[in-house]
């Protein structure tokens, strides 16, 4: 049997839960928004670590002298280069003769095919 008692405390207990439920709610939400917050922080700041090192390396000419010789292929006057391939990356390409036109000749071509309309059949 239900008392009038233990219908206000029923009553009671109910208004407590759900006064402390949307609290909790955010509570919740912002720990896992601070927890996403520290680690686009810490990857911020290995990002800029990064950078730095780079910024460091890119300052000694010794560097950028050795980046432009091995990918650049740059070379002293009187020097000579040669560029060794090895068999294996022979097999990997698939034309050795390369495109038969240069590419703008190519984007040209279709941007006039687009600009003319095709030819109208009279509705047919």
């Known amino acids: 049997m239900l008392t009038s008692r233990a219908a206000i405390l029923a009553l009671v207990m109910c208004v407590i839960a759900l006064s402390l ?11 896992a928004q601070i927890a996403e917050l520290q680690e686009e922080h810490a990857r911020m ?13 890119l300052s ?6 050795r980046e432009a010789r091995l990918r650049l292929h740059y070379q002293y006057p009187g020097e000579t280069t ?8 022979e097999d ?10 240069p590419w703008f000749t190519t984007l040209w071509r279709s ?4 600009d ?9």
């Open 92 to 101: 990997d390409t698939e034309d050795d003769t390369g495109p038969s036109e």
């Open 45 to 57: 700041e290995r990002d800029v670590r990064e950078l730095r090192q780079r910024k460091e390396e």
């Open 82 to 89: 040669y560029i060794v391939i090895s068999p294996d990356s």
């Open 116 to 124: 003319s309309p095709p030819p109208d059949d009279g509705g047919l």
């Open 111 to 114: 941007v006039e095919e687009a």
């Open 21 to 31: 439920a949307y609290p909790l709610r955010e509570y919740i939400a912002q720990r």
């Open 60 to 65: 000694q000419d010794s560097y950028v002298e």
